[in-house]
């Protein structure tokens, strides 16, 4: 079957330290993958995209990698900060998603410490 | 950015009521939205793809009765939930897409049926 998987547990870290959040997907094949942000009671705030033939991408603190032999997306945040903290939702549009239909994973809730 | 406008942002009806919901985009044309629900600590399900000037297409397991939507221009498509129920309480979001690869989201709606 197909599936996104992120990690279900929230993850805390102290503030200043790098956080790294992991979305794996299994029987997909991905144009594209994409980090979105949401808070509670929000909309997704888009964050970062990365191409099937990328590896790295990066955005200020951020910093997204794509690899497709694991199946697998990471996404950092360095020089962490309270404000950072948040659902931070992985989605990826399949080959053939005409549409650009997102399929969103689970969601992983950070929270970083002061 | 682009920016998507939802409203209401919550709302609260009776059982067997019909509710309302709008999706705008203020600075650009969507040809195409989408619909989506999340229920608490949830990932975001697609519902349905909202085509300026056609019928929407919804998702397996949507009743297209239940949710109907209407994409009359460029920038509104609406989502009515018919004779709502409480199991229909969640919370709806509606995203489009400019003429880039990203999706802008509006801010939600939480649904409350008494």
């Known amino acids: 079957s197909q599936k996104i998987e992120q990690n279900s547990e929230a993850l805390n870290i102290q503030e200043g330290k790098t956080a790294t959040l992991t979305c794996n997907y299994t029987n997909y094949s991905p144009a594209y993958l994409q980090w979105y942000r949401q808070d509670p009671g929000r909309g997704p705030v888009f964050l970062l995209l990365i191409r099937e033939n990328e590896k790295e991408k990066r955005k200020e603190r951020l910093k997204v990698t794509f690899d497709t032999t694991l199946k697998q997306s990471l996404f950092h945040i360095t020089a962490s900060q309270p404000a950072d903290s948040a659902t931070y939702l992985c989605a990826l549009t399949n080959y053939g998603g005409a549409t650009n239909k997102l399929i969103f994973g689970t969601g992983t809730l950070l929270a970083v410490q002061p | 950015g682009a920016v998507v406008s939802q409203h209401p942002s919550r709302v609260i009806c009776k059982s067997g009521t019909s509710v309302k919901i709008e999706c705008r985009s203020l600075d650009f044309q969507a040809t195409t939205m989408f619909w989506y629900r999340q229920f608490p600590k949830q990932s975001l399900m697609l519902m349905a793809t909202s085509n300026e000037g056609s019928k929407a297409t919804y998702e397996q397991g949507v009743e297209k009765d239940k949710f109907l939507i209407n994409h009359a221009s460029l920038t509104l498509s609406t989502l009515t939930v018919t004779s709502a129920h409480p199991e229909d309480s969640s919370f709806y979001i509606c995203?489009?897409?400019?003429?880039?690869?990203?999706?802008?989201f509006g801010s939600g709606t939480q649904l409350s049926v008494l």
């Open positions: 995203s489009a897409r400019d003429s880039t690869t990203e999706l802008f």
